[in-house]
C-alpha cells in the first residue's frame, strides 16, 4: 500500500470543466479500491465546497502572508478522502475555476495556482500537522507544476509525477509575475523556470518530476515532435525515459447506458432497442422532427483543439439526410457559427450553447453517430463513452482518438475489431469521408448492428491503466530515495 497525493485544479462531481475532472475523480477511487491510501486535493472554489457535503476544517497554514484553512471531506461516490484549500481571496469568487463569467483568465491566476501549489508541498513535506505524508504525489497540468519544482528542493521528499492532460495549456506569464510570487531566484534559468524570458508553470513540472505521464501512448509520442509539441518537445525528447503515455480509464459506474439516470431509457448490448427512446427524446430535446434519419451527435469544448469549425463547414456539404445535435461552450466565434449554422437549418440542427451534464448523457445515448474530428487529443474521454453507449464514433486519426477506435472496414469488420470511423487528416474532405463511410455502414444490417456491439464491448476501465499509475509510483518513490 502506497500513500498517495493526487493534485488537480478539479474533480468531479465536485467542479468540472472538462475531461482533467474526469480522470481527478475517477483515478483515485480506482486506486482506492486498489486499496492505496489515496488522498486528493484540490482549491475550495464555492461549487466544490457546496457539493463536498459534509466538511470539516482539519488545520490552518500560512502562506505568504495568507491564512490558509484546509477542509476535509468525502466524494460523493466513491468516498476518496478530499482535501480542499481554503483561501477565500484566491478561491471563493463566481465564476470558473481559471476563468471569469465572461470567459476571460482570472488575472491573478499565477498567484492562485503557486498558493495551491505551496499548499500541496506543504503536506507533502508533512509541515501542515495532518500527521501524514505521502510517499508520491502525483501532480497534474499546468497548475500543480509548481509542486514538483519546489519539492525537488527538499531533501529528503516524496516522489513526484507529473501527468500531462494538454501541452496547449501552460500557464505562461511574464517575468514580473515570476518576482511577484517570490519564488526562489535559483529558479530563474533556462534549465528550470524560464521559458523565452517568461515564467511557465509547466516547465516545472516537465522538468522537476521524477516521472512524467501523459494520457495516451500515442499523444505521448506526438508531444515529442516539433508539430504538437508546443515549443517542449526538446525538453521532453531528453526526458522521454522518463515519459509514459497511460490511457485514461472511463468510470462506468457514471457511464453506464444500462444504468444512467440521466438518459431517457437504460439498454444494453442484449437489448439496443432502448437506445430508440432515447433518440426520440433528444431529438424531442432539440426540437427536431422525431423521424427515422441518422442522427449525428457532438459534445465538447468549443475550440479549435476540438475541430469544431472543421464540422461547421462541412455539414452543409453532407448529401445525405442527417440530423445534427451539439452541446458545448467555448469561444465566441463558434458559438455563433454553430447557432447560425442551426437557424439556416433548423429542422436538421439543433445547438444547444452551455454546460448541461445530463444533455451530455443523452447525446452520448441518443445519437446514432458520434463526432469528434479533434486537431490534436491527448486521450479524449467522450469517444469512450459514446462506444460505451454504442454510438460508433467519426475520429480524427491523433492521439488517444487513435489508440482506442478501430476503422470499419471489411477486415476489421471480419475480424469484430470495428468499433468507428477513423480519417487520417484533419480537413473538411477527411472529415466528410469519414461521415459517409458512417452513413454507409448505418445503413447496412449486415455493418451498424455489428460495429455497435463491437464498440459496447469494449473496456476502457481503469482496472489496467490504475496498475500503470501504481508501478509508475513504485519508480518515483525509487526515484526520490535515490537522489
Ligand atoms: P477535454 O478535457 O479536452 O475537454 P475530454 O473528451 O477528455 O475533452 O472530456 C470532456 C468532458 O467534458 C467529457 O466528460 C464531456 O462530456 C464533458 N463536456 C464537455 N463539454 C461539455 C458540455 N458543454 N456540457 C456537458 N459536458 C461537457
Ligand atoms: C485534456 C485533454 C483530453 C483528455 C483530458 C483528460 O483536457 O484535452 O484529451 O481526455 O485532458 O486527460
Not at 475523480?25 to 486535493?41: E, H, Y
Not at 517575468?175 to 516547465?203: Q, V
Not at 453517430?369 to 467522450?382: A, D, I, K, Q, W
Request: net charge neutral; aromatic share 10%.
Amino acid at each position: 500500500m502506497s500513500r498517495i497525493l493526487f493534485a488537480s485544479s478539479e474533480a468531479a462531481p465536485l467542479i468540472k470543466t472538462g475531461g482533467l475532472a474526469d480522470i481527478s475523480g475517477s483515478l483515485p477511487a480506482a486506486l482506492k479500491s486498489l486499496r492505496q491510501a489515496v488522498r486528493l486535493i484540490i482549491p475550495a472554489y464555492p461549487e466544490a465546497i457546496r457539493n463536498a457535503g459534509h466538511v470539516k476544517n482539519i488545520g490552518t497554514l500560512k502562506i505568504g502572508g495568507h491564512s490558509v484553512r484546509l477542509l476535509e471531506g468525502r466524494m460523493p461516490d466513491s468516498k476518496v478522502i478530499v482535501w480542499l484549500v481554503d483561501s477565500p481571496a484566491h478561491f471563493s469568487r463566481t465564476g470558473g475555476p481559471y476563468t471569469d463569467n465572461s470567459g476571460h483568465d482570472w488575472a491573478d491566476n499565477a498567484e492562485r495556482f503557486a498558493l495551491f501549489s505551496r499548499v500541496v508541498v506543504e503536506i507533502a513535506m508533512n509541515r501542515a500537522r495532518l500527521n501524514w505524508q505521502p510517499e508520491v504525489v502525483h501532480c497534474n497540468d499546468w497548475q500543480t507544476g509548481l509542486v514538483p519544482t519546489l519539492l525537488n528542493m527538499e531533501n529528503p521528499r516524496p516522489g513526484t509525477v507529473f501527468s500531462i492532460h494538454n501541452l496547449a495549456y501552460q500557464g505562461v506569464f511574464p517575468y514580473r509575475t515570476f518576482a511577484d510570487l517570490g519564488l526562489p531566484a535559483a529558479l530563474w534559468s533556462y534549465r528550470s523556470l524560464e521559458y523565452f524570458g517568461n515564467l511557465s508553470f509547466i516547465k516545472g513540472g516537465l522538468v522537476f518530476a521524477d516521472r512524467l505521464t501523459t494520457v495516451s501512448p500515442t499523444y505521448a509520442e506526438e508531444i515529442c515532435t516539433p508539430t504538437l509539441g508546443y515549443g517542449m518537445d526538446a525538453l521532453l525528447r531528453h526526458r522521454r525515459d522518463r515519459l509514459t503515455g497511460i490511457l485514461n480509464g472511463v468510470d462506468y459506474d457514471v457511464w453506464d447506458p444500462c444504468a444512467d439516470p440521466l438518459i431517457d431509457t437504460p439498454y444494453t448490448v442484449e437489448t439496443p432497442a432502448g437506445k430508440q427512446n432515447n433518440k426520440l427524446a433528444l431529438q424531442r430535446r432539440f426540437g427536431l422532427p422525431e423521424k427515422t434519419i441518422p442522427l449525428l451527435g457532438m459534445v465538447g469544448r468549443m475550440v479549435e483543439q476540438k475541430g469544431i469549425d472543421l464540422l461547421l463547414d462541412a455539414i452543409p456539404l453532407i448529401d445525405i439526410p442527417v440530423q445534427l445535435v451539439i452541446l458545448g461552450s467555448g469561444e465566441k466565434r463558434f458559438e455563433q457559427a454553430a447557432l447560425a449554422l442551426a437557424k439556416r437549418f433548423p429542422k436538421q440542427i439543433g445547438v444547444y450553447i452551455g454546460y448541461d451534464e445530463s444533455l451530455a448523457h443523452l447525446i452520448e445515448a441518443g445519437a446514432d453517430v458520434f463526432l469528434m474530428p479533434s486537431r490534436f487529443e491527448p486521450c479524449g474521454l467522450n469517444q469512450l463513452y459514446s462506444l460505451r453507449y454504442g454510438t460508433p464514433p467519426v475520429v480524427h486519426k491523433t492521439g488517444g482518438l487513435a489508440d482506442t477506435v478501430t476503422h470499419t472496414d471489411t477486415h476489421t469488420l471480419e475480424a469484430g475489431s470495428a468499433t468507428g470511423f477513423v480519417f487520417d487528416f484533419p480537413d473538411i474532405q477527411g472529415l466528410l469521408w469519414a461521415i459517409r463511410q458512417a452513413l454507409k455502414c448505418y445503413e447496412r444490417s449486415d455493418c451498424w448492428p455489428q460495429v455497435m456491439k463491437n464498440a459496447m464491448q469494449q473496456d476502457f476501465s481503469w482496472s489496467h491503466s490504475a496498475r500503470l499509475y501504481l508501478s509508475l509510483y513504485r519508480q518515483a518513490i525509487q526515484d526520490a530515495a535515490s537522489i
